[in-house]
């Protein structure tokens, strides 16, 4: 798979035109699109016109819902067809009525099944459709329409005819580190669908209850029977529900349990299994059969083979490694000995076709694989008969908030050499683009990723999952500004205001809230022990975050002898600049939940994320501020005590206000996260987390077992310390003068 690091660093310029469209609201964008200027209303006394028993009953009630939800709760006449005296929305299936155009994916079979015809006539508005599936779009694209008229129930005059380019658009949630509650799955489901997004990837990890692997199950985790429910669920909306699982690499998850570590391929590090231990087999084929056994109806899997990288570099494996031709040689090996036992269940498996994977171990894969990864070996996959499908991410590495609207710097060049100017939205439109103009592979879908991993909530990832599957049904004539903009119309509504501003304010306040704290070798986590490249002889620490400690006066004079801040002039100067920003953040989302409707959670989430971001501010702010009052102190020590006591109380006070504000912050995340999520625990229902972290990665969810990852390197800055080193100067210098003394606790590292 590729990098999830994809941290941008200039932001996009365009901002979407203030006035609204007819089609503003449309997205995916249709294929083909003709609407007149000239406007017609539908009102409570039109019907919708079906043949009997056509329609599917999730697609007339997405129809029926919908307008129930614009004011226009309308019945259904069932007369084959044929329109009565009355205006009506016709809904047909007829197979072979509506042609597609070109394609960049062969299989047109596939693809005529999701074409649809959308006429609008004054008294008849008719969707038309090869099969139930273009149906169900091309009343998502008909509701689109609407909503963005509101709250005129206005519809233009014309036609638009479309169809996909590719059959496949698959979005990645990532449940490895948190589980949604049942009914927020299907509720992500659902709106998923709208977007004409057909194919659902879920990485749960401990999160479903194995019963051929008991010890990785967690307190909350999804039985077989609600896996099930969840399928049908998505197949209902025209979605195939697509079990993930890693191997032979990311899999700490398994190989942190002593049950398994006789599996790991280094003794000591539980990163990746042994391919040549035939138990790992076992495993894997038990786990992936249960899932396939939950999932019937499903026709994809995900094999993910994602960083393999220490593949036949162990003594263990190295001797079968150099017998094959190679590291990459085995794990083709592998990836056949799993692929076909998958398929052989009836399941089309896709798998990331990358490193220690080279060109020349193609052939030894099986072709009834789809790679799941667009890269430069993609011409001799296709060669092998192999399909492909693009993959990008809407985020990769970011904790708070995704790269939408990255921070200004100086260059737009990383470290790495790599353009990060863009942003998210562009950045993967970019990718599908690319790949589908080099046309050098079998092209059947794209795949939008968001890692969650890194700790954030998935709900930020929307904008681009929208988006970028947008990109893969029709990315003509559609730049990465007009796709943000209409995705802020149809996901919040026409009475939006300024959400694309929150989403500008919140990317600038995320990526401040990682660059505005020092890294250094952390002391509280375990070392890593290797990286892509190779196994590290010795353990190297992980980075971790921190920022220069307060003063602490002398005992006697309370002189300071430091005359630096904690937080840089730079860091600080940003700081109040992004305050009223926040502020503006705020106040937008509030005003917006008044007038969303349908996305209330979603702003809660963004009010959260708004929070964390305002929480650093205050904290870097704070800081400088409690330096100047024991600078006023030290200034005041000698002439008047009871104004240096006053000025060491003041600043005291001002830290304990801080983790006030801290631990209020935290309560409110939790309190919005946990709406939709299993609260993270390490007991519930008679099983227990094990709270080990990965030995190669490291991610920030596994470093606590609850919410508090988010508050980390802020429950380490060493405050307890200099808050009882303060108090103890303070109380010995009050004595000398016969002021009162104080004897307050801090309990920094508290926070429930």
């Given at each position: 798979?590729?990098?999830?690091?994809?941290?941008?660093?200039?932001?996009l310029?365009?901002?979407?035109a203030?006035?609204?469209?007819?089609?503003?609201?449309?997205?995916?964008?249709?294929?083909q699109l003709?609407?007149?200027e000239?406007?017609?209303?539908?009102?409570?006394?039109?019907?919708?016109?079906?043949?009997p028993?056509?329609v599917p009953?999730?697609?007339?009630?997405?129809?029926?819902?919908?307008l129930?939800e614009?004011?226009?709760?309308?019945n259904?006449?069932?007369n084959k067809?044929?329109a009565?005296?009355?205006?009506?929305i016709?809904?047909?299936?007829?197979e072979g009525s509506?042609d597609?155009?070109a394609?960049?994916d062969t299989?047109?079979?596939a693809?005529?099944?999701q074409?649809?015809?959308?006429?609008?006539?004054?008294?008849?508005i008719?969707?038309?459709?090869?099969?139930?599936?273009?149906?169900?779009?091309?009343?998502?694209?008909?509701?689109q329409?609407?909503r963005?008229?509101?709250p005129?129930?206005?519809?233009?005059?014309?036609?638009?005819?479309?169809?996909?380019?590719?059959?496949v658009?698959?979005?990645?949630?990532?449940d490895?580190?948190?589980?949604?509650?049942l009914s927020?799955l299907?509720?992500?489901?659902?709106?998923?669908?709208?977007?004409?997004?057909?194919a659902f990837?879920?990485?749960?990890e401990?999160?479903?209850?194995?019963k051929?692997?008991?010890?990785?199950v967690?307190p909350?985790?999804?039985?077989?029977?609600e896996?099930?429910?969840?399928?049908?669920?998505?197949?209902?909306?025209y979605?195939?529900?697509?079990?993930?699982?890693d191997?032979?690499?990311?899999?700490?998850f398994?190989?942190?349990?002593?049950?398994?570590?006789?599996?790991r391929l280094?003794?000591?590090i539980n990163?990746?299994?042994?391919?040549?231990?035939?138990?790992?087999f076992?495993?894997?084929?038990?786990m992936f059969?249960?899932?396939i056994?939950?999932?019937k109806g499903?026709?994809?899997?995900?094999?993910?083979?994602?960083?393999?990288?220490?593949?036949g570099?162990?003594?263990?494996?190295?001797?079968?490694?150099?017998s094959?031709?190679?590291n990459g040689?085995?794990?083709?090996?592998?990836i056949?000995?799993?692929?076909?036992?998958?398929h052989?269940?009836?399941?089309?498996?896709?798998?990331?076709?990358?490193?220690?994977l080279t060109?020349e171990?193609?052939?030894?894969?099986?072709?009834?694989?789809?790679?799941?990864?667009?890269?430069?070996?993609?011409?001799?996959?296709?060669?092998?008969?192999?399909?492909?499908f693009?993959?990008t991410?809407?985020?990769?590495?970011?904790?708070?908030?995704?790269?939408?609207?990255?921070l200004?710097?100086?260059?737009?060049?990383?470290?790495?050499?790599?353009d990060?100017s863009?942003?998210?939205?562009?950045?993967?439109?970019k990718?599908?683009?690319t790949?589908?103009?080099?046309n050098?592979?079998?092209?059947?879908?794209?795949?939008i990723a968001?890692?969650?991993?890194?700790g954030?909530h998935?709900e930020?990832?929307?904008l681009?999952?929208?988006t970028?599957?947008a990109?893969?049904w029709?990315?003509?004539n559609?730049?990465p500004a007009?796709?943000?903009?209409?995705?802020?119309?149809s996901?919040?509504?026409?009475a939006?205001?300024?959400m694309?501003?929150?989403?500008?304010?919140?990317?600038?306040?995320?990526?401040?809230?990682t660059?505005?704290?020092?890294?250094?070798?952390s002391p509280?986590?375990?070392?890593?022990?290797?990286?892509?490249?190779?196994?590290?002889?010795?353990?190297?620490?992980?980075?971790?975050?921190?920022?220069?400690?307060?003063?602490?006066p002398?005992?006697?004079?309370l002189?300071?002898?430091s005359?630096s801040?904690p937080?840089?002039?730079?860091?600080?100067?940003?700081a109040q600049?992004?305050l009223?920003?926040?502020?503006?953040?705020?106040q937008?989302?509030?005003?917006?939940?008044?007038?969303a409707?349908t996305?209330l959670?979603?702003?809660?989430?963004?009010e959260?994320?708004a929070a964390?971001?305002?929480q650093?501010?205050?904290?870097?702010?704070?800081?400088n501020?409690?330096?100047d009052?024991?600078?006023?102190?030290?200034?005041?020590?000698?002439?008047?005590?009871?104004?240096?006591i006053?000025?060491l109380?003041a600043?005291?006070?001002m830290?304990?206000?801080?983790?006030?504000?801290?631990?209020?912050t935290?309560?409110?995340?939790?309190k919005?996260?946990?709406?939709e999520?299993?609260?993270?625990?390490e007991?519930?229902n008679?099983r227990?987390?094990?709270?080990?972290v990965d030995?190669?990665?490291?991610?920030?969810p596994?470093?606590?077992?609850?919410l508090?990852?988010?508050?980390?390197?802020?429950?380490?800055?060493?405050?307890e310390?200099?808050?009882?080193?303060v108090?103890?100067?303070?109380n010995?210098?009050a004595q000398?003068?016969?002021l009162?003394?104080?004897?307050?606790?801090?309990?920094?590292?508290?926070?429930?």
């Amino acid at each position: 798979m590729p990098s999830r690091s994809n941290a941008q660093v200039t932001a996009l310029q365009q901002s979407p035109a203030k006035k609204r469209e007819v089609s503003s609201g449309l997205l995916p964008l249709p294929q083909q699109l003709k609407l007149a200027e000239k406007m017609f209303t539908i009102g409570k006394n039109w019907q919708i016109v079906s043949a009997p028993s056509a329609v599917p009953g999730p697609v007339m009630s997405s129809l029926q819902q919908g307008l129930k939800e614009a004011g226009l709760p309308l019945n259904v006449a069932q007369n084959k067809g044929k329109a009565g005296k009355s205006p009506a929305i016709r809904l047909v299936i007829q197979e072979g009525s509506v042609d597609i155009g070109a394609t960049v994916d062969t299989n047109r079979t596939a693809l005529a099944r999701q074409a649809y015809r959308l006429s609008l006539k004054p008294e008849l508005i008719t969707i038309t459709a090869n099969a139930p599936q273009g149906l169900y779009y091309g009343i998502q694209t008909f509701l689109q329409l609407l909503r963005a008229q509101a709250p005129k129930l206005q519809l233009p005059e014309g036609e638009m005819t479309d169809w996909p380019n590719v059959e496949v658009r698959m979005i990645y949630w990532d449940d490895a580190h948190h589980l949604e509650k049942l009914s927020a799955l299907k509720r992500i489901i659902r709106q998923a669908s709208t977007y004409k997004i057909n194919a659902f990837a879920i990485k749960l990890e401990g999160h479903f209850n194995y019963k051929s692997a008991p010890a990785i199950v967690e307190p909350y985790a999804l039985s077989p029977q609600e896996y099930q429910e969840l399928t049908d669920y998505a197949k209902a909306y025209y979605i195939d529900m697509v079990p993930f699982l890693d191997a032979p690499a990311h899999v700490s998850f398994i190989l942190k349990h002593p049950e398994y570590r006789h599996l790991r391929l280094v003794d000591d590090i539980n990163y990746q299994f042994s391919v040549t231990n035939p138990g790992t087999f076992d495993l894997l084929d038990a786990m992936f059969s249960e899932l396939i056994q939950a999932s019937k109806g499903s026709k994809y899997i995900l094999l993910s083979t994602d960083e393999a990288y220490y593949t036949g570099k162990a003594p263990s494996e190295k001797k079968m490694a150099d017998s094959l031709g190679g590291n990459g040689r085995l794990l083709a090996w592998f990836i056949k000995k799993m692929a076909d036992r998958l398929h052989e269940q009836g399941r089309t498996v896709l798998f990331w076709g990358e490193f220690p994977l080279t060109k020349e171990d193609i052939p030894s894969l099986p072709s009834h694989l789809v790679n799941g990864v667009y890269n430069n070996m993609a011409p001799d996959f296709k060669k092998h008969g192999i399909r492909q499908f693009v993959y990008t991410a809407t985020q990769g590495a970011e904790p708070i908030f995704p790269n939408y609207y990255p921070l200004h710097t100086k260059t737009a060049i990383m470290a790495d050499g790599s353009d990060r100017s863009s942003g998210r939205v562009a950045d993967m439109m970019k990718d599908i683009r690319t790949a589908f103009s080099e046309n050098l592979a079998s092209f059947m879908g794209v795949v939008i990723a968001g890692w969650a991993d890194a700790g954030l909530h998935p709900e930020t990832f929307w904008l681009g999952y929208a988006t970028g599957t947008a990109a893969g049904w029709n990315n003509k004539n559609l730049t990465p500004a007009d796709a943000s903009a209409r995705f802020m119309t149809s996901f919040y509504g026409p009475a939006q205001k300024d959400m694309d501003t929150v989403y500008r304010i919140l990317s600038v306040q995320a990526e401040f809230h990682t660059e505005s704290w020092d890294w250094i070798a952390s002391p509280w986590r375990s070392p890593i022990k290797g990286n892509s490249d190779s196994l590290y002889l010795q353990p190297k620490p992980e980075r971790d975050q921190t920022l220069p400690l307060l003063p602490v006066p002398d005992s006697g004079t309370l002189a300071i002898t430091s005359t630096s801040y904690p937080v840089n002039a730079k860091r600080f100067a940003t700081a109040q600049s992004l305050l009223p920003r926040h502020e503006r953040a705020l106040q937008l989302l509030r005003d917006n939940k008044s007038r969303a409707g349908t996305q209330l959670y979603n702003l809660e989430v963004l009010e959260s994320v708004a929070a964390i971001c305002g929480q650093n501010l205050r904290m870097l702010l704070t800081l400088n501020q409690v330096t100047d009052r024991l600078k006023e102190a030290s200034s005041a020590a000698a002439a008047n005590p009871a104004l240096a006591i006053r000025q060491l109380d003041a600043a005291m006070e001002m830290v304990s206000k801080l983790k006030n504000q801290r631990d209020s912050t935290l309560e409110l995340v939790t309190k919005i996260w946990y709406k939709e999520w299993h609260p993270l625990v390490e007991k519930a229902n008679g099983r227990t987390y094990l709270h080990q972290v990965d030995d190669i990665k490291d991610h920030q969810p596994v470093r606590t077992i609850d919410l508090s990852y988010l508050i980390y390197r802020e429950l380490h800055y060493p405050l307890e310390q200099w808050w009882n080193e303060v108090q103890k100067v303070r109380n010995a210098y009050a004595q000398r003068h016969q002021l009162p003394l104080t004897n307050k606790r801090l309990d920094w590292q508290r926070y429930e």
